[in-house]
Structure formats: C-alpha cells, structure tokens
C-alpha cells in the first residue's frame, strides 16, 4: 500500500512540475521583514500560518484545509499567504506560542494584528473569517502592555504576589495533579514552585505525589521519552510527539524529587527518557534533534501505533524526526544531563552534556551570541542565550573548567547590554524581523532569575538591578491583568529578597571529596544555590583565614557574612546541605 501511494504522488509531482499547475497548497512565502512593504503594494493582507513539523493538527489543517482548491484560490487573490515553522522561528514562538500550534495570525498591511486563532480551522470557517476581515479589517487590541516599572511600590507588589499565590493555587488540580484545564502535563515552574514550599504545604506534597505518579501517562513504556500532554482533562488521551526540551524538563523533575523522597521509580524514569533521546535523537553531527512526530501517517491518529510494543512499532515504521538542532532546547538538555550526571553518578552523562555545549559553542555561536539553528539567522533569541547561560554556569560548578566560567561571564554581560529594552523588560529578540520586538513573560521570568543568580555568581550588582526592574514591570497591575498563572514571578521575587546560600570546597592538598562533592552541590534539587571549590590559588580574601585554619580537605555553607562549621566527610555534608538549605 505504502508503495503504491509513493508511486502515485511521484506521478502527480512530476505531472504538476511539467505542466506548471499549482501544487496543493497556497504560494507561501517567507515571513520576513519585506512581507508588510509587499502586502500594501498588492492592497492584501497577510496571513501566517504558524506550524511544527511534529504536529498532528498541522498536518490536519494542512491536508483539510489548506490543500483545498477553494482556499487556495482565495488566499492567492486576496492575501499574501507565510508559512513558517514555529521551532525555527524564535521570533515568532515567544510572541504566538499562546495560540498554537497551529497558529492562524493575520495582519493588515501596517502589520497589525486582525486574527489570533489557535488549533485546527475546517475551510469554510477559515473562508468566512478571512472573507469578513478583508470586508472590515479592524486591528485586535494589543495583549501586551506597556507599564512603568517605577510605579511599583513595596505595597502594591505585596498586593501582586498575593494575588498570583492565588491564582498559583486556583491553577492546580489536587485529585488528579497538573493542571485543573483540560491539557495535563508538568509545567517546570509550577513543580519547582510547589518543590520548595510544600515543607509549610501539605496540600502541595500531595499534589507533587499524585502529579508526580500520574505523569506515568504521558511517559512512553515503549520507547522511554515523555509525550507532550495528554487532553480531556485526563492522563490517558495523549498527544503523542515528544519534544527535546520536554524530555529535559522532566530529567530535572524526576531528579529531584527522587533525591528528595528517594523514588527510584522517578529516576528510571529520568534514565529512561535519556535512552530514548539517544536512541532517536542523538545527532550524528553534534548536539539532538529538535522532535518526533506526533503521527505515523502525517495526519492520521497514531493511538493504535503508540499502544504497540518496541518490536511492532519498528516493524511499522518510526515517525518522523525533525533533525534541526536548536540553540535552546540542546542547552536545556545539557543541563538536565549534568543534573543527572550529579543525581546518578554516572559519568556518561556529564560527558554527554560537555560535548553538547561544545557543539553550541562551535557551530551556533556568532560573535559574542547564540545564533538559534543553522538556517535562520536574521534574529536573536532571548530565550537561546538565557538557557546558554544557565547552562554555562551550571557546568562550570561541574567540571570547574575555567572556561565556561568566562563564557557565561561574557554571554550574561551581552545579554544585559544588547536585549534590555529600557522599559522594564528584556526584548525576546534582537535583530531583523517582521514584527516588533516586545517581551515574552515567560522568558523574561527566566532571564530576571538568572541575572540575579549571576550577580553574586559574578559579584556584579548591576544584574540584580536590572532583574529587579524586571519583576516590577511584571508585577504592575497592567501585566498583572494579563496573566493566568506565573509562579515563576514568585519564585524570583523570593530570591530578590535574600542571597543564595553557597557551597565551599576547601582544597588543602589533594583531592579527596571533590568527586562526591561536585556531584552531590550539582544534584542538589534548588536552582537558587550556589558551589565553588577553593583552593591556596583562587581562595577569595574574605576565606583565606578559614582556608588556613585546617590541614585536611573541608567544606563549608557559607553567604557573604557567616561560614557554618567545617565538615570533613561528603555524606555528613550532604545531610547538613539538605537540612540547612531546604529549609529556607
């Protein structure tokens, strides 16, 4: 059958390319920064059609709708008709990644925006709503805001935050887990929200457990690797394409709530998805690709072929890989493999998470920035350098190579000079592109953190400033009104308000605990948190006494102004990390 259906497409491709006949879709263009110029010239509007290659609805869409004589004809009259890929275009996600995928986005020719429509469009629908914006294009109100962070107060960010704890806890599903709308999957921030407050919360002990057991339904039994979500507000109707910056996020996950409630079964879990990333997704030039599709058979349901053993899914055929490899996801997934490298003790994976930055470090960096993949150049993403950095400065603590301590020092002094906006936020993207650069909240939550993580990472207090900036704007009534749930914002304004707790190695003559040491600091389940091995060569002035005051190898938990009592045995440390820090 499979070769029959090959032989007839082959027939009509060549018929259709002999003859000139369109083929069937619209003549899609580029969305690129001339697109607005060219739709007033036509007297057209234009349309986006916003996609991923592993994505079971825009395969639908694209077969139902869009490959429709009708469509076809009536966007080539009427509109200038994009399509791009989401995962390339980073410009792009971080502005649409609410209305997706597929997202339908249609502009007048000043480039405002008429239509945000998410998911699947039958053709006539899609008709009668182009029909009705070429009759009265009326431009949609702006969904992000302009607020001045100046105008937050002590009182009314109290106000803020009371009102996203609520809205944190409104967010969450206690008898199933995840969420209480109707995709269920883990979100990072709301895991790690919950991770560090459930010790003053039972409710949300309860709710990491079943949220935790539960996600076994989106975990593939076959294969190893976490589907993206399941729908119905269940755990069970499952959309099947596995994404690799989904596979990282749950690594870190399952780390740390098997080292801190010592479930084994969250730890196979994290091993399992690495053998399925290797498995399909391990470039055989450098770094993982970007995903796998959702279907077999483009736009066919594939529920029958993920209920199937390893052995009758490969006699089936394996869908397909999307073998980009992108800035972002690639760093993340280094940075899951390092956490797992320090959780399991299992050298290869470290090794594996080191050969992946510097696979990004060689091929994407361009200048003194991280370039988002190797076809599309013409912006730069926030979102790549962020999780850049944070990668960086986490392998730096593992492997203590100095020189991804001086590329992180670099990449966040680039960041800071280059995407602040002077407006309150960072820009989710530098560069030349179609639409204005604005700010994603998401991404500037991340980069708010980080900066504060990096100014007494690198003892630089302007960083601080800046991510203070940042959660004022986003905690001003205006973006406030915006919002659903951002536990993030609670997070980083927590760590605004108190130092990290670091972690000292003190080197004296050999190097007896550092193994142990670098893995347990590493491991350790709280992004907030700091370590440094000194030693006679780099000990800092203010340490030099306590370094001194020993003979043996020791290690400490010190902030700027007070070092706990030496300790001389790594599982006695450990113990005393956990019970010092967890508690804050």
């Known amino acids: 059958m499979k070769k029959a259906i090959s032989f007839t497409f082959l027939i009509a491709f060549t018929f259709f390319t002999l003859t000139g006949i369109a083929l069937d879709h619209p003549k899609w263009s580029r969305f690129d920064a001339e697109i607005f110029a060219k739709a007033k010239k036509e007297n057209k509007l234009v349309l986006l059609h916003l996609r991923a290659n592993w994505c079971h609805w825009c395969h639908v869409m694209e077969e139902k709708t869009y490959a429709l004589p009708k469509v076809i004809s009536y966007l080539d009259k009427n509109y200038i008709a994009c399509m791009e890929d989401h995962d390339e275009r980073q410009d792009l996600t971080s502005l649409y990644s609410d209305y997706g995928w597929p997202a339908t986005i249609v502009f007048d020719g000043n480039g405002n925006e008429l239509l945000k429509e998410p998911g699947y469009i039958p053709a ?37 935050l009371t009102e996203l704890k609520k809205m944190f806890n409104n967010s969450l599903d206690m008898e199933t887990g995840g969420f209480h709308f109707g995709q269920k999957y883990i979100e990072f921030d709301t895991f790690e929200y919950a991770f560090t407050h459930f010790k003053t919360d039972t409710a949300l002990k309860r709710w990491l457990k079943i949220t935790i057991d539960n996600s076994t339904g989106i975990y593939d039994k076959a294969w190893g690797g976490v589907y993206q979500y399941s729908t119905n507000n269940d755990w069970s109707h499952v959309h099947f394409e596995k994404l690799l910056f989904i596979q990282a996020r749950y690594i870190k996950m399952y780390c740390w709530y098997y080292k801190l409630f010592n479930d084994v079964e969250a730890l196979k879990k994290a091993e399992g998805i690495v053998k ?36 009758e899914r490969i006699k089936k055929g394996i869908p397909a890989i999307d073998k980009s490899v992108y800035t972002s996801d690639n760093a993340q997934y280094a940075e899951a493999l390092t956490i797992l490298w320090g959780t399991s003790g299992k050298e290869n994976y470290l090794k594996d998470a080191v050969a992946t930055v510097e696979f990004l470090k060689t091929k994407r960096k361009q200048n003194n920035t991280y370039m988002h993949g190797e076809k599309y150049a013409a912006t730069t993403s926030l979102k790549d350098n962020s999780a850049m950095l944070k990668t960086l400065m986490l392998l ?39 639409i204005k650069s604005t700010y994603n909240v998401s991404e500037n939550i991340d980069v708010a953190r980080l900066l504060n993580y990096a100014s007494h990472y690198f003892h630089e207090v302007t960083y601080k400033k800046h991510a203070q900036e940042i959660i004022n704007f986003l905690t001003t009534e205006a973006v406030l009104n915006t919002l659903s749930t951002e536990p993030g914002i609670l997070s980083a304004a927590e760590e605004l308000s108190y130092e990290p707790i670091n972690a000292a190695l003190m080197r004296k003559k050999d190097n007896s605990l550092i193994a142990d040491y670098l893995k347990e600091t590493i ?10 091995v000194y030693d006679k060569k780099n000990v800092i002035e203010d340490k030099k006494d306590l370094f001194d005051s020993f003979d043996d190898n020791f290690m400490v938990l010190c902030t700027s102004s007070y070092c706990s009592s030496p300790l001389f045995n790594t599982k006695e440390f450990t113990e005393f990390m956990y019970k010092r820090v967890l508690e804050k």
């Open 124 to 160: 006539d629908e899609l008709l009668e709503k182009l029909a009705q914006l070429k009759k009265k294009p009326v431009p949609l109100s702006k969904d992000r805001v302009e607020a001045d962070p100046k105008s937050t107060t002590e009182s009314s960010m109290k106000t803020s």
């Open 276 to 311: 399925y990333v290797d498995r399909f997704f391990k470039s055989p030039g450098g770094g993982y690709y970007n995903a796998q599709d959702a279907d077999l058979i483009p736009g066919e349901k594939a529920q029958d072929y993920f209920d199937l053993s390893d052995e």
């Open 396 to 434: 730096y603590r593992a492997t203590q190579n100095e020189t991804y301590k001086t590329e992180a020092a670099q990449l966040v002094k680039e960041i800071a000079a280059n995407f602040n906006s002077g407006k309150g936020y960072f820009y989710t993207y530098i560069g030349n592109s179609a």
């Open 523 to 532: 491991a350790f389940p709280r992004f907030y948190f700091s370590s440094v």
